[in-house]
């Protein structure tokens, strides 16, 4: 339908040992937050286990509420570092302060910025200045134009490996947490050199909606997924009504295995760091 | 995901002797507007050639602008009765006045309500009087909720032959005409007993994303696709930007059947009155 | 600020013997719906004590679901002629069917044409015909635009005398029923010649915020208002939580009188028909 | 209308000697970026010759695309000492990371933090360490709600002096940049206590509609506004289409005068640090 000759080529981004943008399609698994070593541990390897590609969780979180639960700090990190080695598989956690790029630059193998940092070029200006990836969520109520401009405040600064994550987008539309925007996706994949992944969970905040957004955001052309997990979804610390629990996430990747074959994209081989 | 247990019985609609919302998946096909007997008609065997089901064709057009095309009127009812006998395909038709449903009653297959009539209450009470399919548009800034209340405007006169079409919510991305909205697709084939189809065409309004919106659809669960197609896109009477020329057309049916297989939902044969 | 050599002179609309988008400004007030003869003769007896210029009552209710008070109807009309005569006040209802014309005519001394109807052109086409004066709501998804030319549905028709009313557009905040677009009422007011209304009791849904959105409404150039009000709001068949007792629109009329008069725009006297 | 005992007390926010939320309605004026010393001392001169309280200039600019002009930065904190000292004015700035705290610290008046920052409550946290008042800008899709608990990440460190400040939603209508929302300042002065600002130049990014909203934003219930004015907008380095020069702001400012004495809201007296 478009002309392919006219596509950019897609840049591919390597995380650990994991490709996203190349061949194979690939899954980011985890909780929304590390509530524990212990925790951390058995949700990825269940996510591993299933054939996540990459380990998520979140050390920094940005709650909406002072009042909230702010995630572990510091302590996060030092657990994530251990989990990491443990399971052999790269790991992406989120990036909320660039005084913060010290301490996570030997330990995660992607930043995360998210959808409320987008804005934040002074925090993508110095993601800029280094090698690593970074997965870059969208704003939530961010043009898509605004959105590779956002991207582009790091690969000007040297840094070309950046993913970009549709989230769903703030509509008037309250059955769901957010509105998924795929044709952002298509029309990223059609127009620009990005790597494109979905995060269905925060985009609906409904757990049964998450498996069919997964396949149809395979169908529209993402690259990859983002899926929140948890060993007892109901007793999460953050979250938990959008996170699958570990049975809910392995039918997920067995009917998202057929998709994905059809398109002869076929899931990565489990990760390796 | 869904316990399957309480998913509530989907209903079958009947139009022609095409199901919709039953096992097999279906495609809705044809122009913007109805131009002339010989467009509608070469539109309609190019349709049916690439495996189309039903015809659509806009005979009473709602335009933003009273100096914009109109539609044919009374003349365009006279040739899609001739078109729908020549083809033997069934064929939807836009109604925008309660009034046009004696005229409308016995060339249709099947009414549709766009998505400017979705709060027309008084046109729903009056479809509601008949037993014809009515196929009901979302209107594109009504909350889902609203929208299974206004098919209940419909369904509580007597006709149970109720189609959801999801068409795009307005939002403030500016780079598609809609946001297409496909968790509102899964979130009604989980909590209704209606059938859903999804139009591309209007939701992107960018006639390259069409087809990975199609697919999308297919994966999230859509029951079918109203497509917009056009003998010569860059010279249609209306909204040709978002139409799809022949090869186009016959090109996503392929892909889509790659993916209804794997989806053990196969494309409906190709219909017959 | 703005060049009035540019500015297109305003169409002064007659409303009864009531001018709108004349020197004065103009107050609606009345129920949401009519709820009964007495109910609604002791509600615009209230209205006329504390300076509205028109009464507003709804007989034809367009509501979300089937199940909800849908107006009195046609006994609706005859209370509203009895009560319109005894009060010596001009009378605006909403109309959401084209065939209600003729009942319609000879009561009403405007016609209303609903948010949810601002897309229904076979309606506006038919008000063309007439020569009575219609206020157009702007649909709550509706782009100024898209509002400008659905007046024009009118004009064309050979009625020149379209008010139109700015009641809230629907976004993502929930605090509010809709929200009130107040640059809209200004930028109506600088580029073409309709009067222009505000109605504040939809736009914010909240009882509370009438009376600032009233005062601000002035200042930002409207030619008048629209205003549900209520004997016993809490008890109000539809839409009670957004309507002001005779005690609060009193209150809000003499602070309003207040800023019109700095603004060099007093109220106009108490309507005669 | 509403109860006036239920209100909560409003924060007096001292700026420089200038008071916001008390008995004076507050002006605050300045070029979108200080382009040169002598082009923000003439701005600035015009600002207080006209009644302005407060100096407005930007010396970190976020900007969309890296491309744009960013702002004079450290350059720029000079220029500001300077021209506040020779006006004898106080000043406020946008801080665009927590690590200018220190150099922004003894230079202005108050920090202003921009809608790009409402969620980047690393950067909230560290003001609140401050004493030094707080202009919170609401993020262009923040609900209300996430407006106020963005607040209070700046009252919980200590910091009583936050100011709101708002600036116009996201919506789909494309007339205006934004949606100024003035019902969330009506709600907010009724339910928080919070003094709240209007800056009516971002929240229509259209000249003309300017003097109108700053007008309905007093009217509303606004404790003072934000102004964008320019010696020559057409040749502004950022943003001139919705800035005023000086003769349009001179006149907003007498008008607004009006409209102040009648609501018993008297403009703050000139300014001094």
Request: hydrophobic share 40%.
């Amino acid at each position: 339908m478009t002309n392919s000759m006219e596509k950019p080529a897609v840049t591919k981004v390597e995380v650990g040992q994991v490709t996203v943008g190349g061949a194979n399609f690939v899954v980011i698994a985890g909780p929304c937050s590390v509530e524990s070593e212990e925790h951390f541990l058995i949700t990825g390897q269940a996510a591993k286990r299933s054939g996540a590609n990459i380990l998520r969780g979140g050390i920094f979180k940005l709650r909406t509420s002072p009042d909230s639960f702010q995630g572990l700090g510091k302590d996060g990190l030092a657990i994530a570092k251990r989990v990491r080695q443990e399971l052999a598989m790269p790991i992406v956690c989120e990036i909320t302060d660039p005084r913060q790029i010290g301490d996570f630059h030997d330990i995660v193998d992607m930043f995360q910025v998210g959808s409320r940092n987008m804005y934040n070029y002074s925090l993508l200006k110095e993601l800029g200045q280094t090698k690593k990836p970074v997965m870059l969520k969208r704003g939530f109520s961010a043009l898509i134009e605004e959105w590779i401009l956002a991207a582009k405040y790091v690969t000007d600064g040297g840094n070309p490996n950046v993913i970009l994550c549709e989230r769903g987008i703030r509509s008037f539309e309250k059955v769901t947490r957010n509105t998924l925007d795929l044709a952002a996706v298509a029309y990223i994949k059609q127009n620009t050199s990005f790597p494109v992944i979905v995060d269905p969970s925060h985009a609906t905040g409904v757990r049964n909606l998450i498996l069919p957004m997964a396949l149809a955001s395979a169908a529209a052309g993402a690259d990859g997924l983002l899926i929140e997990i948890h060993p007892d979804p109901d007793n999460a610390l953050s979250d938990g009504f959008q996170a699958l629990d570990f049975k809910q996430f392995d039918q997920l990747m067995d009917k998202l295995s057929l998709i994905l074959d059809t398109l002869n994209r076929p899931l990565a081989p489990t990760a390796v760091v």
